[in-house]
Nanobody
Framework: QVQLVESGGGLVQAGGSLRLSCAPS????????LGWYRQAPGKQRELVAT???????NYADSVKGRFTISRDNAKNTMYLQMNSLKPEDTAVYYC?????????WGQGTQVTVSS
């Protein structure tokens, strides 16, 4: 069974940075589209950023210019570099891998940004 393990969340002050990592346990990592999503208390889960197998990226308007998604296929790892963090970025962040009907989610990692 495929597992996605996230790490790197924590508590940071506004203006600070964090880097999230996601390491899916799949041998075919490089052919999956990957993404980061987040869910704040009382809100629906929303897309943060995605990256295609070929490296094309897409970002939510709210994080453009501050967050960078990347993937290292040799290490089977995806990253989300988050800079200039704001209190409104506080949420549980989830990584996702999908290809066709295959859709996998991590357990989530908490990011809390204090003002």
């Amino acid at each position: 069974q495929v597992q996605l393990v996230e790490s790197g969340g924590g508590l940071v002050q506004a203006g600070g940075s964090l880097r999230l990592s996601c390491a899916p346990s799949m041998s075919t990592f490089s052919i999956y589209a990957l993404g980061w999503y987040r869910q704040a208390p009382g809100k629906q889960r929303e897309l943060v950023a995605t990256i295609s197998p070929g490296g094309r990226t897409n970002y939510a308007d709210s994080v453009k210019g501050r967050f960078t998604i990347s993937r290292d296929n040799a290490k089977n790892t995806m990253y989300l570099q988050m800079n200039s963090l704001k209190p409104e970025d506080t949420a549980v962040y989830y990584c996702n891998a999908h290809r066709g009907i295959d859709d996998y989610w991590g357990q989530g990692t908490q990011v809390t940004v204090s003002s």
